[in-house]
């Protein structure tokens, strides 16, 4: 059981270590860009986490939408009309 712990520790130790990594590479990589490309990434950042989730949201209702008409549509009863013989 020990060993378990263990294994999970080093796990554990190991995520922690790549996540400030990449913080780490973040920060450096903000620090070196200039004004107008800090704009640009900022201006991107905020249509992705706005416009991006309204446009998900906008899909998913025209979704259910569309399947409740063709639901009621398939309710009305389709005549068959039989050859004539």
Same mark, same amino acid.
């Given at each position: ?21 990449? /913080? ?38 025209? /979704? ?22």
């Amino acid at each position: 059981m020990s060993n378990f712990f263990h294994n999970a520790g080093n796990v554990v130790d190991e995520i922690t270590r790549a996540f400030t990594q990449a /913080l780490r590479f973040g920060a450096r990589t903000i620090r070196r860009l200039s004004w107008p490309a800090l704009l640009g990434a900022a201006l991107v950042l905020a249509f992705i986490v706005s416009i991006l989730p309204l446009a998900l949201t906008l899909f998913a209702i025209f /979704l259910v939408v569309k399947l409740v008409m063709g639901a009621c549509d398939g309710q009305r009863g389709r005549v068959i009309k039989e050859p004539l013989q």
